[in-house]
């Protein structure tokens, strides 16, 4: 079983930047897709962007291409997501996942998740 967990999450001013970690425990592989998810209040859990094992592949969601950016270093078997321009409406627990085998957007196609950490922007 592959357990996550993220760190980075805060507080910060519309504008402003967080960068947010996932690094996974015990028994895991590098080679795993990588995907952030978010969830606000009331709203369904949405797909934010994805990396594949390699880094080579991303993708993002369309509201946040441009202002947040995928990577993984695999040597410390760590993913992180830079979310700068930061807006109220990216205030969200962030979730990271991870799937050995698929590559998409798909939450539902993810086994492996974290706990999540809030990220609050405040307008």
């Known amino acids: 079983q592959v357990q996550l967990v993220e760190s980075g999450g805060g507080l910060v001013q519309a504008g402003g930047s967080l960068r947010l970690s996932c690094a996974p425990s015990g028994r895991t592989s590098s080679t795993y897709t990588m995907g952030w998810f978010r969830q606000a209040p009331g709203k369904e859990r949405e797909f934010v962007a994805v990396i594949g094992w390699s880094g080579r592949s991303v993708q993002y969601a369309d509201s946040v291409k441009g202002r947040f950016t995928i990577s993984r270093d695999n040597a410390k078997n760590t993913v992180y997501l830079q979310m700068n321009s930061l807006k109220p409406e990216d205030t969200a627990v962030y979730y990271c996942?991870?799937?050995?085998?698929?590559?998409?957007?798909?939450?539902?196609?993810?086994?492996?998740w974290g706990q999540g950490t809030q990220v609050t922007v405040s307008s």
């Open positions: 996942a991870a799937d050995q085998y698929y590559t998409g957007i798909d939450s539902r196609r993810y086994p492996h």
